[in-house]
């Protein structure tokens, strides 16, 4: 099992810039696939990004393709999530998620550990 910490959120207005940091320990961090989802209140949570950790291919949500970027480092075995150009419709819990699948990772079935979440807020 891996232990997923995330941190970085935070109270932000709009047009302001966050980066989340998601540390994973446990099970050792590669070839997982890493991902980040949200969920607003009233909302299902929705897929944010993913990464293969092996070969490093990115998906991005159409909501926030060009705003965020998800990177990893695998020596600090830690996913970040910069958010840029921040919207009050990006207000949500934020969780880092990991899974061994490396297919249909925009889904959160795709993955088995899950940290607890950091919240976002963003004013207008």
């Known amino acids: 099992q891996v232990q997923l910490v995330e941190s970085g959120g935070g109270l932000v207005q709009a047009g302001d810039s966050l980066t989340l940091s998601c540390a994973a320990s446990g099970r050792t961090f590669s070839p997982y696939s890493m991902g980040w989802f949200r969920q607003a209140p009233g909302k299902e949570r929705e897929f944010v990004a993913a990464i293969r950790w092996s070969g490093g291919r990115i998906y991005y949500a159409d909501s926030v393709k060009d705003r965020f970027t998800i990177s990893g480092d695998n020596a600090k075995n830690t996913v970040y999530l910069q958010m840029n150009s921040l919207k009050p419709e990006d207000t949500a819990v934020y969780y880092c998620?990991?899974?061994?699948?490396?297919?249909?990772?925009?889904?959160?079935?795709?993955?088995?550990?899950w940290g607890q979440g950091t919240r976002v807020t963003v004013s207008s």
């Open positions: 998620a990991a899974g061994l699948s490396i297919t249909g990772i925009t889904s959160p079935n795709a993955y088995t550990d």
